[in-house]
């Protein structure tokens, strides 16, 4: 037991100092390298006796801890009372306290794992390990024991100060995904190299084909339709008569431009487009449709919708305001509404390919790819009921890109609707060859290049990529447009390449060799692992 007087406790780097020599092995002499076996069993960290107690090496080691967390030792046990601890907080010197301390917090419920990041603003790292600590020894306490789980997950070599109070709470560490790039992508003129962002073999080599055609093609044309994000609070009356007038104020003129008013007041760049009313009983859904420069704005239609809907209180004393979201936006879900009327971007892309460069990169005929699209894109997804879904794989592109440029990834469900089509081009009659004719019109596509993830170094690196990183200050707007466009020019070459693999067959080779992970295949019996092996190995 510790005295209560602090000039008879050690120091931690003494108590440390002390501890690690006993551990010693005898082939290291006192004030050598301590040499600490990893909680895997198997490797072996070498830090210096006098970097392991310091605060320096609590921050610089990469040595997982015994609980499998990944965080380094402090390097001193609890050495305060929890009353002691308490009054240390109180007195705002928390950065004394050691990790097993605030650990002791922590569970005696003085402190918040969820509030760990404003405990530590300039050290946003040591709560990011605090709360790994925390988790991995409640995951050893319980009854099915999975603390090696963390050891995997990395959390070391990142800016925490992107992510707090903008993209995720409670922060245990981070995903790395792979990017991939494609391209170059011959857009409007101009060429762009492409970063995708998946797990899904074969995604980037097939769009990358895509665009080999496009190129060989003279490229694609891009057209952006309208720009207008959309919120659609519902509010609730008395009876249908009071929500019917409610909808014909709305819709007069010079009532909507005291909407305009209000709703510009709340922002330097969003400018409200329309109000879009539907009755339903006595319920009146308002879906508010604006311009937010590049932000991807649902933020920006949040604060001003709410200062609209305040306003249409004063008018109407009676309306109830049920929910600033009523589903009609709509946000998230793909929805006819969306198909039709637009949300975020609408693009629409076209490319015309020669029949010479249909064979020579993609191996088939204008005429087999256009029969494929009209069976499967537009009979097959209309057999399904699909809604948005008159494509190949859309979203498998859009996702990609989403990731990899800080999107809001929940929203390619929506962005991702799509409908592709191709027709062929008769031979001209004074010679020539016949050709493919290809469109996807993408109605809401949801981009922004400020605000959210696009905050974060490496999707600001794929932004940068494609020439569109921030704001563009000379025609606010653009960059989200021209990333739109991208996607849009993106989408087509992967449906191109996708389609031509159905038409010669060859997706299930293609992805054998390329979407199979050869070193999972170990637990496999030995007959089926080498029966596996052998169709992944094999050329399509």
């Avoid at 002499?29 to 605060?55: F, I, K, Q, W």
């Avoid at 050891?151 to 995904?177: A, I, M, Q």
């Avoid at 449709?289 to 004063?314: E, I, P, W």
Wanted: proline fraction near 4%.
């Amino acid at each position: 037991p510790q005295s209560e007087d602090s000039t008879d406790r050690p120091s931690v780097a003494e108590q440390c100092t002390v501890d690690a020599a006993d551990n010693l092995p005898d082939v290291f002499p006192s004030g050598e390298n301590l040499r600490a076996m990893g909680s895997s069993g198997d490797e072996l960290y070498v830090l210096s006796l006098a970097d392991a107690c310091t605060d320096s090496a609590h921050h610089a080691s990469l040595a997982p801890s015994r609980d499998g967390s990944q965080c380094p030792d402090e390097g001193a046990s609890i050495t305060r009372s929890f009353e002691q601890c308490c009054t240390v907080l109180e007195e705002g010197e928390i950065s004394s306290l050691t990790d097993d301390e605030i650990l002791l917090l922590l569970r005696r419920g003085k402190m918040s794992a969820r509030r760990l990041e404003k405990f530590f603003p300039d050290d946003l790292s040591r709560a990011v390990c605090l709360r790994r600590k925390l988790l991995s020894a409640d995951v050893l306490a319980s009854a099915d024991s999975t603390a090696g789980a963390l050891r995997e997950l990395p959390f070391t070599s990142y800016k925490y100060s992107e992510v707090f109070g903008c993209c995720c709470e409670n922060v245990l560490g981070y995903v790395p995904v792979p990017v991939g790039v494609v391209g170059p992508l011959l857009l409007d003129g101009k060429e762009h190299h492409v970063p995708l962002a998946t797990t899904e073999g074969c995604l980037v080599a097939s769009t990358n084909r895509g665009c080999s055609a496009l190129l060989k093609s003279g490229g694609v044309h891009s057209a952006v339709l309208s720009d207008g994000m959309s919120r659609a609070p519902v509010v609730r009356f008395p009876s249908v008569l009071d929500a019917s007038a409610a909808k014909k104020w709305c819709e007069d003129s010079g009532n909507f431009a005291c909407l305009q008013d209000a709703f510009n007041l709340t922002s330097r760049f969003a400018r409200l487009q329309s109000v879009h009313c539907v009755l339903a009983g006595n319920r009146l859904h308002l879906r508010f449709t604006a311009t937010t420069g590049d932000a991807m704005g649902m933020n920006m239609l949040s604060k001003g919708v709410d200062q609209c809907v305040r306003h249409l209180c004063t008018v109407f004393p009676r309306m109830e305001v049920v929910s600033l979201s009523g589903n009609f936006c709509t946000d998230k879900k793909p929805s006819a509404v969306n198909w039709i009327l637009g949300r975020g971007k609408s693009v629409v892309c076209e490319a015309t390919l020669p029949a010479s460069v249909v064979a020579q990169v993609l191996k088939t005929t204008p005429e087999k790819l256009a029969r494929l699209n009209y069976d499967k894109n537009l009979v097959g997804s209309a057999m399904a009921g699909s809604l948005g879904g008159c494509n190949a794989h859309a979203a498998n592109v859009v996702t990609a890109i989403f990731i990899a440029t800080g999107q809001d990834v929940a929203q390619s469900g929506t962005s991702s609707a799509c409908i592709t089509q191709l027709e062929v081009c008769a031979a001209p009659e004074d010679g020539g060859e016949s050709s493919l004719h290809i469109t996807c019109s993408m109605p809401c596509l949801e981009t922004g290049t400020v605000g959210g993830g696009t905050n974060l170094s490496a999707q600001q690196a794929c932004l940068k990529m494609l020439g569109v990183n921030g704001p563009n200050m000379e025609e606010p707007g653009q960059n989200s447009a021209q990333l739109a466009r991208v996607i849009c020019g993106t989408v087509m070459a992967g449906e191109l390449s996708l389609m031509a693999a159905l038409v010669t067959g060859d997706l299930v080779t293609s992805h054998l060799r390329h979407n199979r992970s050869l070193s999972s295949l170990h637990s496999q019996p030995s007959s089926d692992r080498g029966e596996t092996v052998q169709a992944a190995t094999s050329s399509p």
